[in-house]
């Protein structure tokens, strides 16, 4: 018998995730001014290198890939200061974000990733997750603007296109294994998305010319790291999917369309984790092949639930 849905707590869960896009939003906003203002830079890497060329004292050593190119006038203390902002209020969304998850799941007793809606909102979540917590370990701040807008967005579409009404699941999805198979890709579908707009803007950066973002380089590190983190998470998630089929179908693979671009997803990464580590790729060559994955990955986390048929059509989208 399905258990009582919980009104109050559904509706509080629908109301933080509304307050959790306007931060989001607002976050955007201060670290985009930080990016604009906080962050003078003029183009001197090139110079540096040819001086050394021309036989020209040694440049310093870039450790953080945009190192060598910071110059210029002193950044406006306002606008580092709307940065820090971005940074208290990104964490304020995220608690937000977490706290819209968590009473869902409590006001349907079961967890709160059984259908679209629910499985974009976690997503956009992990994404920010994976931003924070590389925050605290590296200078990624100048990402700020793009996750968070990204994850306003991606809440945003969720909530006008996807929200259906909290409620019991078939019972296919009452098992212990979609705590273990969706979870896991929640964690790296988030790690891939911050892969995938640090690849984009890797496309868009020009070295050489004046830009408040680090170099090429240092973009292409961040998508690296991240890939390298999402990558065997996904193969987990593939593995434990193939797992729970077995005991809820009879069989470990089906050709199921969830399926085979689960599987299409990961060949992809693959291929570019095993050309950068033995052919040496690096650069646009190896972030076109990285962003190709990630079109993989967002037509298997959304557009096979929308545009094909399959075991896996059970994710309520709203017709």
Known sequence: MPAEVNESLATLSDQLILATVLLYLVAMICYALDLAFGRARTVVAVRRRQLVGAGGPAAPEDTTGDAAEDSGPQPATWAVRAGTIGVVLTWIAWAGNLGGILTRGIAVDRWPWANMYEFVVAICFAAVTAFLALLIRQPIRFLGAFVTVTAALGLGFAVLFLHVQAGPVMPALHSYWIAIHVTAAIVASGLFILAGVSAILYLIRRDGRPSVLPSREGLERVAHRAIVIAFPIWTFAVIAGALWAD?????????????????????????????????????????????????????????????????????????
Not at 248 to 269: L, S
């Open 247 to 319: 005991r809820a179908w009879g069989r470990y693979w089906g050709w199921d369309p969830k399926e085979v671009w689960a599987f299409v997803t990961w060949v992809v990464y693959a291929a570019y984790l095993h050309a950068r580590a033995t052919a040496g790729w690096r650069g646009k060559a190896a972030m076109i092949v990285s962003l190709i994955a990630f079109g993989c990955l967002l037509f298997n986390l959304i557009g096979v639930n929308i545009f094909f048929s399959g075991l896996h059509s059970y994710a309520d989208v709203p017709q």
